[in-house]
């Protein structure tokens, strides 16, 4: 009996201890990892959720972009970081593909990071320069089988849920193209506009001002329902090529190891932070559905998600790299 009072007096002082912690906290700028370059949909959601933040608990909270790898590369500086509350990690989809993706992978989902709230997501779209003669996604699926190995179409990098919706096109429907991997959305988009690459598929929050304006032309979202970003560009699903749903995801985490009371206090702040009024139209005109879901939501998306993509992985036969 001593030693059970023992071990609940001690976990209370935890957990006292780990509450006015939290309370305290931040006490110093937070360094919030975007894992890609500036101008990518997660990067732009990132900036906006990190400013409020610092509104809402007075200290800034600085994105800092570090791209390479498919994300690799700040996933793992992120993974490597203290469990203390002053690193955050703003990832995409990466971080689910990318564990079946590659032969080595410099961190373990489950054990290096604490998901703490999906943020968002945007369905993927495939958009085409406005010259380029393909006015449908149908067309365009037309002119790349009358003339096979003739086009090429961008992805904001490997491992991107962009660039699988790309290989599973064209597993599903035997299209035979060169895809062209890009650092990240915001340089795909640049090569886009400059017509280099006329052809691409990205996250739909890169470019739905780009489309109003008419400097990019959409052709399908890769969702079961259509964007209400852009209600008028239709799902692959309604045009008959089923099981090709896919979005990019702005899920936040924290390396393991964070106090319990931090991860809950950033998970209520940035659940709030998207789902107010201005900040939901806000991310909404940038292709952002807001969610702000659980600890355990969010948790459990990411566990589906992983098997998701390992399965397009394997069945489109898409080697390791």
Not at 74 to 92: R, V
Not at 165 to 190: C, N, R, W, Y
Not at 243 to 265: C, N, R, S
């Amino acid at each position: 009996m001593k030693i059970f009072v023992r071990i609940a007096a001690f976990c209370a002082t935890l957990f006292i201890a780990g509450s006015a912690f939290a309370q305290s906290y931040p006490t110093k700028p937070v360094k919030v990892i975007v894992p890609f370059p500036a101008g990518g949909v997660t990067d732009i959601a990132g900036r906006v959720i990190a400013q409020k933040l610092s509104e809402k608990l007075g200290q800034q909270f600085i994105i800092e972009n570090m791209g390479g790898a498919g994300g690799n590369l700040g996933m793992a500086n992120a993974a490597k970081s203290p469990g203390d509350g002053y690193t955050i990690l703003f990832a995409s989809s990466s971080i689910v593909v990318n564990p079946s993706l590659y032969k080595n992978v410099p961190f373990d989902v489950d054990k290096d990071f604490i998901p703490v709230t999906k943020a968002g997501g945007s369905p993927n779209s495939w958009i085409v320069t406005p010259s380029f003669p393909a006015k449908t996604m149908k067309e365009l699926i037309e002119l790349i089988k009358k003339e096979p190995g003739k086009y090429s179409v961008g992805s904001p990098g490997t491992g991107t849920t962009p660039s699988l919706a790309i290989e599973q096109l064209k597993h599903s429907l035997g299209l035979d193209f060169v895809t062209v991997p890009f650092g990240g959305g915001g340089p795909m988009t640049t090569s886009l506009l400059g017509g280099h690459t006329p052809i691409g598929c990205g996250a739909l929050g890169n470019y739905v001002n780009l489309i109003k304006e008419g400097k990019l032309r959409a052709l399908a979202v890769t969702a079961k329902k259509r964007s209400p970003s852009l209600p008028d560009i239709p799902t692959l699903d309604e045009m008959g090529i089923k099981d090709q749903e896919g979005e990019t995801m702005t899920g936040v985490f924290v390396p393991a190891g964070t106090p319990k009371p931090i991860v809950d206090l950033l998970q209520k702040e940035i659940s709030a932070i998207v789902n107010a009024p201005d900040i939901k139209a806000r991310l909404l005109e940038l292709g952002v559905e807001a969610e702000g879901n659980s600890s355990a939501e969010f948790a459990a998306y990411v566990k589906t998600e992983i098997a998701k993509w390992k399965k397009v992985i394997d069945d489109a036969k898409i080697p390791r790299i």
